[in-house]
């Protein structure tokens, strides 16, 4: 088994443990070479130091040891806690976890967390150092003795509580970006100070800020509005649009229908009677036995009835024509896109598709989820 050196670091106020794997049984007789070698990785300003592989040695069975990249990463994290760099420490810590958790990975990950003021995330790191595999370097009693202490000092940092209320209440919360949670109304530990609390649902978000003052217990309400509730406040719900809908397209297509023949009907029969009449007078006045101007009064008066009906016509049919066009036009603009949202979020209805084959021709009903 390889032999490593263990050494303890004080960061941000606390004894952290930054591991390496156990020595084997002839660490006393290999004592002069740990010693240099822990000379070597002397400590710095705060006490922390590389971890220092050795020679390999076989393995002892029942011993369980950090890997070699797990030495890097651990050795990576603690010249970035020295640097105050918490957040590539808490990204190295997670990579070692990644590789195999270990309870002093668990505790150290904990400690980053809680220099950062991520009250949630350190007090869920610490409850899994109990059940993390056991590192042989530290016996499980001091690994819990350090983790008690933590859990301890995280109690006093995270003073501030926030009793949430959450309109819907199975939306998830999170708090200055951190880790999402479900909602819940027991009291959050939190830094005191102001916190950001985004909440989220299915149908959308919300943020809030909130002020929590130290060792006191703040009540806060945070609530997403659900577009179709407010809809359906309003008495916009599917089956209303749906019937709006049919009335307006039920009025628009004949409206345009009848109202195109109808001015077509009106501007022909102007325009039909306005050029007879035109030209009856012009024959009129060329032919020698001219109409008698009594019957010509007569009929000039009946192409100017014809021509005014037909005036008449195309403005109904015109008005028609454009009171279709715009109840089709804001079917299509106003309530189909509605329509589309609402059924969109449930599964479609039954539908009857044509089938045709060399062996059958016919209907299939298929339905889509």
């Known amino acids: ?72 990463l651990n050795n990576q994290a603690v010249e970035a806690t020295e640097k105050g760099n918490y957040s590539k420490a808490e ?26 003021g991520k009250c949630i995330e350190a007090a869920e790191a610490f409850s899994k150092v109990a059940g993390a595999a056991r590192i042989s370097d530290y016996s499980h009693e001091e690994i819990t003795s350090y983790t008690n202490q933590y859990v301890k000092s995280l109690a006093q940092k995270c003073s501030a509580k926030v009793v949430l209320k959450c309109k819907p209440a199975e939306m998830t919360v999170s708090f200055d970006g951190g880790k ?28 809030i800020g909130v002020e929590l003052p130290a060792n006191q217990t703040t009540e ?10 407010v809809l359906a406040e309003a008495g916009i719900t599917h089956e209303a ?13 004949p409206f345009i229908g009848i109202g195109a023949a109808t001015l077509g009907a009106g ?6 009677y306005y050029f007879d009449y035109k030209d009856k007078f012009k024959i009129n ?19 100017t009835t014809y021509m005014n009906v ?38 479609k209805a039954f539908m009857i598709s044509p089938m045709i084959s060399p062996d059958f021709g016919g209907f299939s009903l298929t339905t889509e989820f």
């Open 180 to 207: 999402k949670v479900k909602c819940s109304s027991k009291p959050i530990a939190l830094v005191p100070g102001r916190h950001s609390i985004y909440g989220e649902t299915s149908f959308g978000f919300n943020t």
């Open 220 to 229: 806060t309400e945070i609530e997403v509005i659900n577009p179709d509730d």
């Open 1 to 72: 088994m390889r032999k490593f050196s263990f050494i303890l670091a004080l960061l941000a106020g606390f004894m952290l443990p930054l591991t390496a794997v156990a020595q084997d049984s002839s660490r006393k007789a290999s004592s002069s070479k740990s010693s240099k070698s822990s000379k070597k990785s002397s400590s710095k300003d705060k006490g922390a130091t590389e971890v220092v592989a050795e020679p390999a040695a076989a393995p002892e069975p029942d011993k369980l040891s950090f890997s070699d990249e797990q030495t890097m």
């Open 310 to 347: 037909g005036y008449a016509l195309s403005a109904v049919g015109g008005a028609m024509l454009v009171a279709g066009i715009t109840l089709v036009v804001v079917d299509a603009v106003k309530y189909k896109p509605q329509i589309e949202r609402f059924e969109s979020n449930n599964p």
């Open 241 to 253: 649009l749906t019937k709006k809908s049919k009335l307006f397209k039920a009025l628009g297509y």
């Open 267 to 272: 501007i022909g029969l102007a325009v039909y």
């Open 91 to 116: 990204q190295l810590f997670k990579a070692m976890l990644e590789i195999r958790e270990f309870n002093i990975t668990w505790m150290n990950l904990g400690q980053t967390y809680a220099s950062q």
């Open 285 to 303: 006045q060329n032919d020698q036995s001219r109409m008698p101007s009594e019957e010509l009064r007569k009929y000039r008066n009946k192409n």
